[in-house]
Protein backbone atom coordinates (compact mmCIF):
# COMPACT_ATOMS: atom_id res chain seq x y z
CA UNK A 1 0.00 0.00 0.00
CA UNK A 2 3.18 2.33 0.94
CA UNK A 3 4.73 1.65 -2.43
CA UNK A 4 0.97 2.19 -4.30
CA UNK A 5 0.92 5.57 -2.66
CA UNK A 6 4.86 6.78 -2.96
CA UNK A 7 4.05 5.62 -6.95
CA UNK A 8 0.94 7.74 -7.28
CA UNK A 9 2.45 10.72 -5.51
CA UNK A 10 5.55 10.16 -7.48
CA UNK A 11 3.84 10.43 -11.13
CA UNK A 12 1.55 13.25 -9.55
CA UNK A 13 4.73 14.99 -8.96
CA UNK A 14 6.56 14.34 -12.12
CA UNK A 15 3.51 15.64 -14.19
CA UNK A 16 3.49 18.62 -12.27
CA UNK A 17 7.31 19.33 -13.28
CA UNK A 18 6.52 18.55 -16.70
CA UNK A 19 3.72 20.85 -17.13
CA UNK A 20 5.71 23.21 -15.20
CA UNK A 21 8.92 23.20 -17.35
CA UNK A 22 6.81 22.94 -20.78
CA UNK A 23 4.10 26.05 -19.87
CA UNK A 24 6.21 29.29 -20.40
CA UNK A 25 3.54 31.68 -21.12
CA UNK A 26 5.25 35.63 -21.49
CA UNK A 27 3.72 38.53 -21.74
CA UNK A 28 2.55 40.40 -24.64
CA UNK A 29 1.04 43.42 -25.65
CA UNK A 30 -3.57 42.62 -26.76
CA UNK A 31 -5.78 45.29 -28.07
CA UNK A 32 -8.52 46.21 -25.55
CA UNK A 33 -10.75 47.56 -27.98
CA UNK A 34 -10.79 47.49 -31.97
CA UNK A 35 -8.27 49.77 -33.55
CA UNK A 36 -8.18 51.32 -36.80
CA UNK A 37 -5.73 52.35 -39.34
CA UNK A 38 -4.72 55.52 -38.81
CA UNK A 39 -5.39 55.45 -34.64
CA UNK A 40 -2.54 56.60 -32.70
CA UNK A 41 -2.20 54.15 -29.88
CA UNK A 42 -3.21 55.07 -26.29
CA UNK A 43 -2.21 53.56 -22.97
CA UNK A 44 -6.19 52.80 -22.60
CA UNK A 45 -6.14 51.35 -25.75
CA UNK A 46 -4.00 48.11 -24.96
CA UNK A 47 -3.63 45.17 -22.12
CA UNK A 48 -0.93 42.73 -21.20
CA UNK A 49 -1.83 39.47 -21.44
CA UNK A 50 -0.14 36.17 -20.72
CA UNK A 51 0.33 33.50 -23.92
CA UNK A 52 2.49 30.96 -25.22
CA UNK A 53 3.83 31.74 -28.17
CA UNK A 54 6.74 29.40 -30.03
CA UNK A 55 8.02 30.60 -33.16
CA UNK A 56 5.97 32.84 -33.51
CA UNK A 57 6.84 35.32 -30.81
CA UNK A 58 8.93 37.44 -32.86
CA UNK A 59 5.75 38.86 -34.93
CA UNK A 60 4.15 39.90 -31.58
CA UNK A 61 5.19 43.19 -29.47
CA UNK A 62 6.57 41.82 -25.62
CA UNK A 63 4.38 43.67 -23.09
CA UNK A 64 8.21 44.93 -21.58
CA UNK A 65 8.04 47.42 -24.63
CA UNK A 66 6.73 50.19 -25.33
CA UNK A 67 4.21 50.94 -28.26
CA UNK A 68 2.36 53.73 -26.72
CA UNK A 69 2.38 56.45 -29.50
CA UNK A 70 2.59 54.54 -31.91
CA UNK A 71 0.02 54.39 -35.10
CA UNK A 72 -1.69 51.50 -36.28
CA UNK A 73 -1.35 50.77 -39.90
CA UNK A 74 -3.53 47.62 -40.40
CA UNK A 75 -6.90 47.41 -37.98
CA UNK A 76 -6.22 45.03 -34.92
CA UNK A 77 -9.57 43.29 -33.29
CA UNK A 78 -10.25 43.70 -29.86
CA UNK A 79 -8.42 40.53 -28.12
CA UNK A 80 -5.79 39.98 -30.57
CA UNK A 81 -2.63 41.01 -30.15
CA UNK A 82 -0.75 43.36 -31.50
CA UNK A 83 1.86 42.41 -34.06
CA UNK A 84 4.51 44.77 -34.97
CA UNK A 85 3.98 44.67 -38.49
CA UNK A 86 0.88 46.47 -37.67
CA UNK A 87 2.39 49.51 -35.80
CA UNK A 88 4.84 52.40 -36.78
CA UNK A 89 6.44 55.10 -35.19
CA UNK A 90 4.36 58.78 -35.92
CA UNK A 91 7.29 59.62 -38.20
CA UNK A 92 7.34 56.57 -40.56
CA UNK A 93 3.69 57.13 -41.28
CA UNK A 94 2.96 60.05 -43.32
CA UNK A 95 0.22 59.20 -45.44
CA UNK A 96 -2.48 58.61 -43.14
CA UNK A 97 -5.01 61.79 -41.77
CA UNK A 98 -7.48 62.81 -39.74
CA UNK A 99 -10.37 63.97 -41.96
CA UNK A 100 -13.33 65.19 -40.91
CA UNK A 101 -16.40 64.88 -42.73
CA UNK A 102 -20.22 66.19 -42.53
CA UNK A 103 -23.01 63.93 -42.69
CA UNK A 104 -27.18 63.85 -42.73
CA UNK A 105 -28.36 62.07 -39.97
CA UNK A 106 -30.63 60.42 -42.14
CA UNK A 107 -27.22 58.64 -44.28
CA UNK A 108 -25.70 57.21 -41.27
CA UNK A 109 -26.61 53.71 -39.92
CA UNK A 110 -27.48 54.18 -36.16
CA UNK A 111 -25.21 51.72 -34.66
CA UNK A 112 -21.92 52.83 -35.97
CA UNK A 113 -19.02 53.54 -33.55
CA UNK A 114 -16.04 54.60 -33.31
CA UNK A 115 -13.13 52.05 -34.19
CA UNK A 116 -15.25 50.80 -36.92
CA UNK A 117 -14.54 50.15 -40.36
CA UNK A 118 -16.91 51.97 -42.97
CA UNK A 119 -17.77 52.67 -46.51
CA UNK A 120 -18.28 55.78 -47.79
CA UNK A 121 -20.77 57.14 -51.52
CA UNK A 122 -21.56 59.95 -52.94
CA UNK A 123 -25.33 60.34 -54.20
CA UNK A 124 -27.14 62.77 -55.56
CA UNK A 125 -29.33 65.15 -53.90
CA UNK A 126 -32.61 64.25 -53.85
CA UNK A 127 -34.71 67.35 -54.12
CA UNK A 128 -32.27 68.29 -56.96
CA UNK A 129 -33.54 66.96 -60.62
CA UNK A 130 -30.61 68.49 -62.11
CA UNK A 131 -28.83 65.89 -59.66
CA UNK A 132 -28.95 62.42 -61.36
CA UNK A 133 -25.31 61.23 -60.61
CA UNK A 134 -24.92 57.16 -60.01
CA UNK A 135 -24.01 56.51 -56.49
CA UNK A 136 -19.99 56.14 -55.90
CA UNK A 137 -17.74 54.64 -53.62
CA UNK A 138 -15.46 57.07 -52.67
CA UNK A 139 -14.18 55.78 -49.49
CA UNK A 140 -13.88 51.89 -48.78
CA UNK A 141 -13.14 50.47 -45.23
CA UNK A 142 -11.55 53.53 -43.94
CA UNK A 143 -11.38 53.53 -39.68
CA UNK A 144 -13.59 55.48 -37.97
CA UNK A 145 -11.40 57.80 -35.64
CA UNK A 146 -14.28 60.15 -33.91
CA UNK A 147 -17.83 60.97 -33.84
CA UNK A 148 -19.22 64.55 -32.90
CA UNK A 149 -22.37 64.15 -31.33
CA UNK A 150 -22.63 67.13 -29.71
CA UNK A 151 -23.92 69.33 -32.98
CA UNK A 152 -26.03 66.53 -33.65
CA UNK A 153 -29.49 68.01 -32.77
CA UNK A 154 -28.60 71.05 -34.66
CA UNK A 155 -28.76 71.48 -38.71
CA UNK A 156 -29.48 67.35 -38.70
CA UNK A 157 -25.77 66.24 -39.45
CA UNK A 158 -23.35 64.61 -37.64
CA UNK A 159 -19.90 64.89 -37.34
CA UNK A 160 -17.37 61.89 -38.68
CA UNK A 161 -13.56 61.72 -38.36
CA UNK A 162 -11.94 59.54 -40.32
CA UNK A 163 -9.23 57.95 -40.77
CA UNK A 164 -7.80 58.40 -44.67
CA UNK A 165 -4.35 58.26 -46.73
CA UNK A 166 -3.51 61.43 -47.36
CA UNK A 167 -3.90 60.79 -51.48
CA UNK A 168 -7.65 60.14 -50.97
CA UNK A 169 -8.66 63.61 -49.35
CA UNK A 170 -9.40 65.52 -52.76
CA UNK A 171 -11.56 62.86 -53.93
CA UNK A 172 -13.51 62.65 -50.81
CA UNK A 173 -13.54 66.85 -51.16
CA UNK A 174 -14.92 66.70 -54.39
CA UNK A 175 -17.45 64.72 -53.65
CA UNK A 176 -18.97 66.53 -51.17
CA UNK A 177 -19.08 69.29 -53.22
CA UNK A 178 -20.88 67.46 -56.18
CA UNK A 179 -23.90 65.96 -53.77
CA UNK A 180 -24.14 64.11 -50.23
CA UNK A 181 -22.33 61.56 -48.51
CA UNK A 182 -23.59 58.43 -47.12
CA UNK A 183 -21.64 56.36 -44.36
CA UNK A 184 -22.48 52.30 -44.74
CA UNK A 185 -21.03 50.54 -41.81
CA UNK A 186 -18.54 47.10 -43.01
CA UNK A 187 -19.87 44.51 -41.12
CA UNK A 188 -17.47 41.69 -40.18
Do not use: C
Not at 167 to 186: M, W
Request: avoid cysteine; glycine fraction near 8%; hydrophobic fraction near 45%.
Amino acid sequence: MLLAGTLITASFLSAYFISASANHSALYWGARTDLVSGHQLRADDIEPLAVLLNRSADIYMPAKSQPIGSLIVRGIKKGELLPRASLALHRQLTDFVSLPISVLKSDIPSNVREGELVNVYQVGEPNLVSSTIAPLLVLSKVGVLGIDKSGSNMGGSQTFTLSVKAIEVLNILKATSAGRLVIVRVNG
